[in-house]
T-cell receptor, first 112, second 112 residues
Framework: QKEVEQDPGPLSVPEGAIVSLNCTYS??????FMWYRQYSRKGPELLMY????GNKEDGRFTAQVDKSSKYISLFIRDSQPSDSATYLC????????????FGGGTRVLVKP | ETGVTQSPTHLIKTRGQQVTLRCSSQ?????VSWYQQALGQGPQFIFQ???????GRGNFPPRFSGLQFPNYSSELNVNALELDDSALYLC???????????FGPGTRLTVL
């Protein structure tokens, strides 16, 4: 079982819709979780990070962590064509320093 | 504030050759991590450097090696290149006290 799993998509939504992205993780000891956005042929861009359980909101983005079910989510409200990208979830920590362990990414397409 | 930069942007090598990739960390960051991202997959942790010392290593063979310099810039060296080494190599900088890691644009390596 992979440490972090994501549905690869693609996830296609109309402009203005809510984009809902999910990841599952295997190790209940994980505490720090991140969401990155990656445009084609670019480096990942940090969107949000959360610690432990709960919600965090930043503009159109909301991140949720449910430790009881080992589930992390990212919601994008009022989606725009510029939100079309691959979204990567990750957790920080583990035996090897402060490494990030990523899911495989979900490709999102927002259609005008 | 200067972001993370990487050079070169693209590189083509043949099997068996050696390659050196370079990274300049974001201003104020003393930790550099390197990741390998194969096409369609999430980044995989190679290793991390903190104050010129290796501070954790992922599941990569010894032919992947690195350095960090006093100004916190870093190099990734790969010897005896194999076809499977073809990937996007990403550098991320951070401070140990900071949860987030901030990525550069990457170096795309093609091994023929």
């Amino acid at each position: 079982q992979k440490e972090v799993e994501q549905d690869p998509g693609p996830l296609s939504v109309p402009e203005g819709a809510i984009v809902s992205l999910n990841c599952t993780y295997s190790n209940s000891a994980f505490q720090y979780f991140m969401w990155y956005r990656q445009y084609s042929r670019k480096g990942p861009e940090l969107l949000m990070y959360t610690y432990s359980s709960g919600n965090k909101e930043d503009g159109r983005f909301t991140a949720q962590v449910d430790k009881s079910s080992k589930y992390i989510s990212l919601f994008i409200r009022d989606s725009q064509p510029s939100d079309s990208a691959t979204y990567l979830c990750a957790h920080r920590g583990g035996a090897a320093g402060n490494k990030l362990t990523f899911g495989g990414g979900t490709r999102v397409l927002v259609k005008p | 504030e200067t972001g993370v930069t990487q050079s070169p942007t693209h590189l083509i090598k043949t099997r068996g050759q050696q390659v050196t990739l370079r990274c300049s960390s974001q201003s104020g960051h003393n930790t550099v991590s390197w990741y390998q991202q194969a096409l369609g997959q999430g980044p995989q942790f190679i290793f991390q450097y903190y104050r010129e010392e290796e501070n954790g290593r992922g599941n990569f063979p010894p032919r992947f090696s690195g350095l960090q310099f006093p100004n916190y810039s870093s190099e990734l060296n790969v010897n005896a290149l194999e076809l499977d080494d073809s990937a996007l190599y990403l550098c991320a900088s951070s401070s140990l006290a900071d949860t987030g890691q901030y990525f550069g644009p990457g170096t795309r390596l093609t091994v023929l």
